[in-house]
């Protein structure tokens, strides 16, 4: 089984929609991350969580919120979601020490 | 904040040639780097990582990578490619704690037979 899972693995939505992407570890990382990438941009941090009561903006937290259940989840949230949202999201996590972060499969979102 | 540039969005070889992918960066303290590579629809595997040990890091697949403190720089290279190389690469830095992880805009690359 994967250690960074992600659900749902594509989803296509309208504008204006509410939609919840959700990300689980089994590997017992403190630390985790969420990333977009589009292309030609590479993937950009969105927010991160240290532990279950940390919670960080990253450098394009705008339009999102997140919410960490759990130390082993952790969901991203487009309150109403807009078509440059469209991108290929990605859950990551790290140990303490946080020197490797592990990547779940991607989500391709679409908005339309 | 630290940042990476990934020279070149497309690099082309032939089976068995050099791989050769350029990655420099730009930190006001002494970074950790990594590369990580992206297969088709799946997520990014890490390749290797320099964390302020040797310079010379040795990673999976044959893969290898220099971190040149006076160029800053952590090129990626690869003796003979393979076909199942393809794939693309993104460098990523980040600082000691690794509470902001820096990519490049990737690098994809291509190996004709």
């Known amino acids: 089984d994967a250690d960074v899972t992600q659900t749902p693995r594509n989803r296509i939505t309208k504008t204006g929609k509410r939609i919840m992407l959700e990300c689980s570890q089994t590997k017992g990382h403190d630390r985790m991350y969420w990333y977009r990438q589009d292309p030609g941009l590479g993937l950009r941090l969105i927010y991160y969580?240290?532990?279950?009561?940390?919670?960080n903006k990253g450098e394009i937290s705008d339009g999102y919120s997140v919410s960490r259940q759990a130390q082993a989840k952790f969901s991203l949230s487009l309150e109403s979601a807009i078509p440059n949202q469209t991108a290929l999201y990605f859950c990551?996590?790290?140990?303490?020490?946080?020197?490797?972060?592990?990547f779940g499969p991607g989500t391709r979102l679409t908005v339309t | 904040a630290q940042s990476v540039t990934q020279l070149g969005s497309h690099v082309s070889v032939s089976e068995g040639a050099l791989v050769l992918l350029r990655c420099n960066y730009s930190s006001s303290v002494p970074p950790y780097l990594f590369w990580y590579v992206q297969y088709p629809n799946q997520g990014l595997q890490l390749l290797l990582k320099y964390t302020s040990a040797a310079t010379l890091v040795k990673g999976i697949n044959g893969f290898e990578a220099e971190f040149k403190k006076s160029e800053t720089s952590f090129h990626l290279t690869k003796p003979s490619a393979h076909m199942s190389d393809a794939a693309e690469y993104f460098c990523?830095?980040?600082?000691?704690?690794?509470?902001?992880?820096?990519f490049g805009a990737g690098t994809r690359l291509t190996v004709k037979p």
């Open positions: 969580s240290f532990d279950v009561k940390d919670i």
């Open positions: 990551a996590t790290s140990d303490t020490m946080g020197r490797e972060q592990y």
């Open positions: 990523a830095v980040s600082d000691i704690g690794n509470n902001d992880m820096r």
